[in-house]
Nanobody
């Protein structure tokens, strides 16, 4: 399974970006999927995740109301729409897929990871 992210870059505070992740070698259907991020000197953290098994969507408190996760099974892709970006959102963003369908946004439950893409928010 290979995951490839795109859509990152440099944006001014208050701006928007849309991250995409396409899978090859497998599908996103029937598995928990998610977006994680890692800022310099910090641990990788869950940003937004979808459980296929129960349909639940999880967001980190700091991004609620600003970020939206979605998936397009036909395109074998997941997305992260990020609005009203803040400097503290600066990080490398990773998409990930679990081996199970209802894992929530627990990092250790995700097996497949993309290489990550840089998002930088300037003040």
């Amino acid at each position: 399974v290979q995951l490839v992210e795109s859509g990152g870059g440099l944006v001014q505070a208050g701006g928007s970006l849309r991250l995409s992740c396409v899978a090859s070698g497998s599908t996103f259907e029937e598995y928990s999927i998610g977006w994680f991020r890692q800022a310099p000197g910090k641990e990788r953290e869950g940003v937004a995740c979808i459980d296929d098994g129960n349909g639940r969507i999880y967001y980190q408190d700091s991004v609620k109301g600003r970020f939206t996760i979605s998936k397009d099974i036909a395109k074998n892709s997941i997305y992260l729409q990020m609005n009203d970006l803040q400097v503290e959102d600066t990080a490398v963003y990773y998409c990930a897929r679990s081996l199970w369908s209802s894992t929530g946004c627990i990092r250790r439950s995700f097996t497949y990871w993309g290489n990550g893409i840089q998002v930088t928010v300037a003040s």
